[in-house]
């Protein structure tokens, strides 16, 4: 079992910033890919970012040009900077990852999500 925490949601002001992280634990031998989404109350659980183990980025129509997303593989943590937030934005966001774990076995876990609330 591979288990993701996130963390960094809160209650904001429209145009301040957050930076949410998520923690990836258990007996992992490596991660394929890194992602976050987001489920806005009465909608459908959308793409935000997703980051490959080669680096490269892919971002949500959404969100292009205010977020960004990273990781740090020593620490199997995988961020998402958002700048200017937009009430719109509020959402539960959601961290994934897929890859190998205990040498040979295959994971694709979701974490338990932090609330991201954007006020006007």
């Known amino acids: 079992q591979v288990r993701l925490v996130e963390s960094g949601g809160g209650l904001v002001q429209a145009g301040e910033s957050l930076r949410l992280s998520c923690a990836a634990s258990?007996?992992?031998?490596?991660?394929?890919?890194m992602g976050w989404y987001r489920q806005a109350p009465g909608k459908q659980r959308e793409l935000a970012a997703i980051?490959?183990?080669?680096?490269?980025?892919y971002y949500g129509d959404s969100v292009k040009g205010r977020f960004t997303i990273s990781r740090d593989n020593a620490k199997n943590t995988v961020y998402l900077q958002i700048n200017s937030l937009k009430p719109e934005d509020t959402a539960v966001y959601y961290c994934?990852?897929?890859?190998?774990?205990?040498?040979?076995?295959?994971?694709?876990?979701w974490g338990q999500g932090t609330q991201v609330t954007v006020s006007s």
């Open positions: 994934h990852a897929n890859g190998v774990r205990n040498g040979y076995l295959s994971f694709d876990s």
């Open positions: 258990g007996s992992i031998s490596s991660i394929k890919t």
């Open positions: 980051i490959s183990s080669d680096g490269s980025t």
